[in-house]
């Protein structure tokens, strides 16, 4: 699976966006980004992923670059409750494809 | 639909003592992934197991490890003699088909004295 590079941590207001980026740059087409994240001392919280198109859900917002070189996890309006290490994970839809988790982005809500 | 589940949260074992823990999948899913994380470290990837099969052991430490998903009954991760060294939290996670995303539990906290 490509490696990711994301930024050690990152501090963001309280009810602001926060956009979080990761570097993908050896990503191969069949490779989607899937993003984790986790709260201190919990297990890890599936938060979206995808493959080339925008994706948005209830929790998050997932911009790709056209060429999926880097993404962003965009939380548009952070919580203190959204303090927590996130993932950034490149990894293909094979069958058993583990999961490699990398170093993370610390996320610092501040009031 | 309750989410994957694992016990014990907490467990604490003497040196030398043997460390089994659960994973019970969500509903519906077959597949199970064992991640162990060290403190102050990321999750590493250990094992991955359909119903009654090792797919990936990959990650496991060549002795004392071993895990199994029988037919019936959670997922069972066993430690035999443990070390200090084997202090760690333990996540499993599942997914429908290997393929899926993967859905991870709370975690066991292994503490070894």
């Known amino acids: 699976d490509a490696k990711t590079t994301q930024p050690p941590s990152m501090d963001c207001a309280e009810g602001r966006a926060a956009n979080l980026p990761c570097n993908h740059s050896?990503?191969?087409?069949?490779?989607?980004v899937y993003w984790y994240r986790q709260i201190h001392s919990q297990g890890p919280q599936y938060i979206i992923h995808?493959?080339?198109n925008n994706e948005t859900n209830e929790m998050a917002s997932l911009i790709i670059t056209e060429d999926r070189k880097s993404s962003t996890l965009i939380l548009p309006h952070a919580t203190l409750r959204d303090t927590a290490v996130y993932y950034c994970i490149v990894r293909t839809n094979n069958a058993g494809n583990m999961l490699t988790f990398g170093g993370g982005t610390r996320l610092m809500v501040k009031p | 639909n309750a989410g994957v589940m694992q016990n014990p949260r907490h467990l604490v074992r003497r040196r030398g003592q043997e460390a089994r823990l659960r994973c019970s999948p969500m509903k519906g899913h077959s597949h199970v992934y064992w991640y162990r994380q060290l403190p102050e470290e990321g999750l590493k990837f250990m094992v991955y197991l359909q119903k009654e099969n090792i797919i990936d052991e990959s990650g496991m430490p060549k002795e004392r490890f071993s895990a199994e998903f029988p037919k019936e009954g959670p997922s069972i991760l066993r430690i035999q003699q443990v070390v200090r060294g084997d202090s760690a939290a333990y996540f499993c996670?599942?997914?429908?088909?290997?393929?899926?995303?993967?859905?991870f539990g709370p975690g066991t906290r292994l503490l070894v004295l």
């Open positions: 995808g493959l080339k």
């Open positions: 996670a599942s997914s429908p088909t290997g393929v899926e995303t993967q859905y």
């Open positions: 050896t990503i191969s087409g069949n490779e989607y």
